[in-house]
């Protein structure tokens, strides 16, 4: 019986692969036809063996992982992109906070109250002192697309500001703010720009008082590891554009800060949300001494490792197509080795098999295609953030970015989900598009390529404003700049950030399908009319 179920099998296959050529361009067929499962899965069991010690940031295996990415990209025949070189480095902060030491000191007039975690906790790459005088800056948005400025008859300069987590009418699906979903403004880092950009010192952030989720706190809880016995260093980038603290405080000291307005966070926030009026002010009477140090801190250097395919057209060669994944994970601990093989070897070997496929074609696209896959992802987008700030390619000519992370798995209900968004019962041929509210072009023609591969297209995730998923992985930078930029994920499961996630549980077949739709889509961002930035997020383009 086992061998009639394995002939029948095979037979799938082969018919699938008939239907594949019989449809697929003859100029691109031998490129996709090099995009095979076996392949996928000797990498992946290779980047997540136990050598590689889970690929942490700044530790060896990362190292390890760095090396393979290069020497694959030069097999490919692939041009450095990094002044010579296939590795972009990047410059890092790692450090342990001190929360003991740590504290948020309050004072009221006369009174003074200090904190410390967890009312109030925070982290900086070097210990840091400020106090100052304390506004309320509602979400800490200005959105001039959407005529919405929180900093609006305000001025936060040389203050500290108070402002929500996420986003204004999170549960109206009429919202400007994309609906039910989450648009670019709902981001800590966004806010700390924003407020930087309004002459503020430091920032306070508070979750919403109404809220309908979880704290990004509580969130993360719910996805610790037992295994993780040592909490993992944090890490920054050297430099950064980002220069000013930024402090997470509880409901009760929310509650405090805004004692002297004579109201209350919630009659605030619904303020806020029944019409989008802003009730931005001074808080009378109110200075804040923030205080961060760290137990630990040195400075390290990761890489991002970049190839470049030149394009065959003199006047579209020097515009870009982005083919990209993160390398690091969460590493080893008390014995245990969290081995990534969905998070993220999946994306990374993706971005390696997809540069041996274009470079394999005797046809060459019309525009360049970057393939780089980034450092320190898990410790904050540190690699695409660096990549967006010191581009090798200019960001102005950036047409689309194809994003892997992790793209080798079915999508089953996990603690991180439960009770958050629906999962089919059957996620065997399913994956995820995230971000194609900014770019409905982007979508149209990955649905047009997937008429010769047949996947399952979801974009539930991003009518999601719970779990932040839009911005949790490497396209995000990208969307920022206003690059069409979409993450292509399979979705979460029970093995997430696990000593679990292992090369076993990966789904070759249809990584290899995903890899195939990403290589078709990709020829048409080369070869046609690029998609376009839709800056207001609009979701009008379906779902």
Not at 432 to 442: A, E, F, K, S, V
């Amino acid at each position: 019986m086992q061998s009639i179920r394995r002939a029948a099998a095979c037979i799938a296959i082969a018919a699938i692969a008939l239907s594949w050529a019989a449809t697929v361009p003859a100029r691109i067929q031998t490129g996709f036809e090099t995009i095979k499962a076996a392949d996928l899965k000797a990498d992946i069991t290779f980047l997540a063996s136990d050598p590689l010690q889970g690929r942490m940031s700044l530790a060896p295996g990362s190292e390890v992982a760095v090396q393979w990415i290069q020497s694959e990209f030069v097999k490919a025949g692939l041009k450095p992109a990094a002044n010579g070189s296939f590795l972009q480095a990047v410059p890092l902060w790692e450090f342990r906070t001190n929360r003991e030491a740590d504290y948020l000191k309050i004072q009221h007039g006369s009174s003074a109250e200090t904190l410390h975690y967890p009312d109030a906790f925070g982290q900086f790459p070097e210990s840091i002192d400020v106090s100052a005088a304390v506004v309320f800056a509602g979400f800490g948005i200005t959105a001039p697309e959407l005529h919405y400025d929180d900093y609006k008859g305000i001025d936060a300069n040389g203050k500290i500001v108070l402002v929500f987590d996420h986003e204004p009418q999170e549960t109206n699906p009429k919202s400007i703010f994309n609906g039910l979903g989450n648009t670019r403004y709902a981001t800590a880092r966004v806010k700390l720009l924003n407020a930087q950009a309004h002459g503020a010192v430091a920032v306070l952030s508070v979750p919403e008082p109404n809220r309908k989720h979880l704290t990004n706190q509580e969130r993360a809880a719910k996805v610790s590891s037992p295994q993780q016995r040592n909490p993992i260093p944090s890490q920054a980038i050297v430099d950064d554009e980002i220069h000013i603290p930024y402090m997470t405080v509880s409901d009760k000291v929310a509650v405090n800060l805004i004692a002297p307005l004579n109201t209350t966070p919630s009659v605030l926030q619904k303020t806020i949300d029944a019409d989008l009026t802003t009730v931005s002010q001074d808080i009378p009477g109110t200075a804040v001494t923030i205080h961060l140090e760290n137990s630990q801190a040195r400075q390290g250097r990761s890489y991002n490792v970049a190839g470049l395919l030149e394009g065959s057209d003199p006047a579209l060669a020097p515009e870009t197509i982005v083919i990209s994944g993160h390398f690091d994970h969460n590493g080893a601990s008390g014995g245990q080795i969290f081995h990534g093989a969905d998070d993220n070897a999946s994306g990374t070997v993706g971005v390696v098999e997809l540069a041996h496929a274009f470079a394999a074609n005797p046809e060459r696209p019309k525009r360049s295609i970057l393939f780089i896959v980034f450092a320190a992802e898990e410790r904050g987008l540190l690699g695409s953030y660096y990549y967006v700030q010191h581009p090798l390619r200019p960001i102005d000519t950036t047409r689309a970015v194809i994003n892997f992370d992790m793209i080798g798995r079915n999508e089953t209900p996990s603690r991180q989900t439960d009770g958050v968004i629906d999962i089919a019962p059957d996620t065997s041929n399913e994956l995820n598009l995230i971000g194609t509210n900014y770019t409905p072009d982007y979508r149209k023609v990955v649905e047009r390529a997937n008429e010769d591969v047949g996947l399952h297209l979801n974009y539930k995730w991003d009518r999601d404003a719970a779990l932040n998923v839009f911005f949790r992985s490497d396209q995000f930078p990208f969307a920022l700049r206003g690059v069409p930029a979409i993450w292509w994920f399979t979705g979460f499961h029970p093995d997430y950030h696990q000593t679990t996630d292992t090369a076993d549980k990966i789904n070759y077949t249809k990584m290899e399908k995903i890899l195939k739709l990403a290589y078709l889509s990709a020829w048409n961002f080369c070869n046609e009319t690029p998609p376009r930035f839709n800056l207001t997020g609009d979701m009008s383009a379906g779902t």
